[in-house]
């Protein structure tokens, strides 16, 4: 069957008006068809940054570099402060990237006192002294002495007047009264002399300069009158008396006299 001329002349002219509107409309074949574009070689630029060993940076230069290291001569152990910085790094990293991780709020400045200073004040010789004389430490008014004695027998005679307070220990380099007995301690006990506010029987406040004794803290103990002393504690002295430190067989007796005489 023939086709009319009006049909052929259709199908046939491609710029006809009609032809034209029907490939404008999507409806017919294009010659320009088109394609999605591709990126060129280079063009993936976060693809390209990624590292290549799965985010730990290139092994092979991290191999060169711990070889240069050994070469120049980095120990172990400014390798583990190398390591400890990166942690340190990686962890702050992580928390800042986390928003539910809790706020920790940076140290505050501590502006107490440290006690170094009263440590450093408190120095003899480089070594440091356990015992700090009180606010009421005076000077004796009499002339307090030590008779020492091993059995029945006296071995020496120690002048304890001269100044506010007498360190008693094995310490020869900073004790004012050297014990070389081993059960005593280095810094054993002190002899204290304090400023002590008194009543007599008629109301009236009187002072007076008394002996005390005080245990610092010693392994053995100080005994008065064979009796323990507490420890870190004063202990009223009075004439006559008899004192013992540690296991030690000699006895210290307390004898005085006015300072007048």
């Not at 005080?214 to 053995?220: G, K, Q, V």
Request: hydrophobic share 20%; glycine share 6%; net charge positive.
């Amino acid at each position: 069957m023939s086709e009319s001329p009006d049909r052929r002349h259709y199908r046939r002219d491609s710029h006809s008006p009609r032809r034209r509107e029907y490939i404008s409309k999507g409806q017919g074949r294009s010659s320009s068809r088109r394609r999605s574009p591709v990126p060129a070689r280079g063009q993936d630029r976060d693809r390209d940054r990624r590292p290549r060993d799965g985010g730990y940076g290139d092994r092979d230069s991290l191999r060169d570099r711990e070889r240069a290291r050994d070469k120049a001569g980095y120990s172990e152990k400014e390798r583990e402060k190398e390591r400890a910085v990166d942690r340190k790094r990686y962890d702050g990293d992580v928390k800042r990237e986390d928003p539910d991780a809790p706020l920790v709020e940076p140290e505050k400045p501590n502006f107490g006192n440290s006690g170094l200073l009263a440590k450093e004040t408190n120095t003899i010789k480089g070594v440091e002294v356990k015992y700090n004389e009180p606010p009421e430490a005076r000077k004796p008014t009499k002339n307090w002495r030590l008779y020492v004695f091993k059995g029945s027998e006296q071995v020496d005679l120690i002048h304890i007047y001269r100044q506010s307070c007498y360190l008693i220990g094995r310490d020869t380099v900073i004790t004012d009264i050297p014990i070389a007995h081993p059960s005593c301690s280095k810094q054993h006990s002190a002899i204290q002399y304090r400023q002590i506010s008194e009543k007599n029987e008629y109301g009236d406040v009187t002072t007076a300069v008394k002996p005390f004794i005080i245990d610092l803290d010693s392994t053995n103990g100080t005994y008065v009158n064979d009796v323990e002393i507490p420890k870190s504690r004063y202990y009223e002295l009075r004439g006559s008396d008899v004192i013992k430190f540690g296991t030690s067989s000699r006895e210290y007796v307390l004898l005085a006299e006015d300072a007048s005489t």
